[in-house]
């Protein structure tokens, strides 16, 4: 599954490259580069595939950031294995990448937390771009169901339900 492969190949290079290589800068732009396509893929693939959803920011020009969320809708109908899979990986990387941070911290190695921060970072940004993301979701189908409700009920029976 491509969601968990390039979360999977960051986190299995910076242990392994961190291990048998000397050479910091290369385990560092592997790791990086691994962490970016995983943050592009999970943003405008994975997340649209695996839970219907999709988020976006845009920086207007007096730099004011606005975020954007998208879902399919009422429509939505996901896989609860798939979502799962999604959400799991989409939480526990972020933990990892703060576990392999303080692990770097006790063993002295503060080159590493360089590549930690930015893994967690970008790994933390698409959690919380999908937390909101989700929440909006949530808050369009509960204002859907209301309206639909709403159509269908009479006023008489509306007065009864506010007493």
């Not at 590493?112 to 933390?124: F, N, P, R, V």
């Amino acid at each position: 599954m491509v969601h968990i492969a390039f979360k999977l190949a960051a986190l299995a290079c910076y242990l392994i490259l961190g291990l048998l290589i000397d050479d910091k800068t290369f385990c560092f732009l592997i790791v990086i580069i691994l962490s970016a396509v995983d943050f592009w893929i999970v943003k405008n693939v994975t997340g649209r595939i695996l839970v219907g959803l999709r988020w976006w920011s845009k920086i207007d020009e007096n730099g004011k950031e606005t975020w954007y969320f998208e879902s399919m809708g009422e429509v939505r109908q996901t896989n609860k294995t798939d979502s799962a899979v999604f959400w799991v990986a989409c939480y526990a990387v972020p933990l990892m990448w703060v576990l392999f941070a303080v692990t770097s911290i006790i063993s002295l190695q503060f080159s590493q937390l360089t590549i930690c921060a930015i893994g967690c970072g970008l790994a933390g940004v698409n959690l919380l771009g999908y937390i909101r993301c989700e929440k909006n979701h949530k808050a369009a189908v509960r204002g859907f169901l209301f309206n639909q409700a709403k159509k269908n009920i009479s006023g008489d029976q509306m007065a009864q339900l506010g007493q």
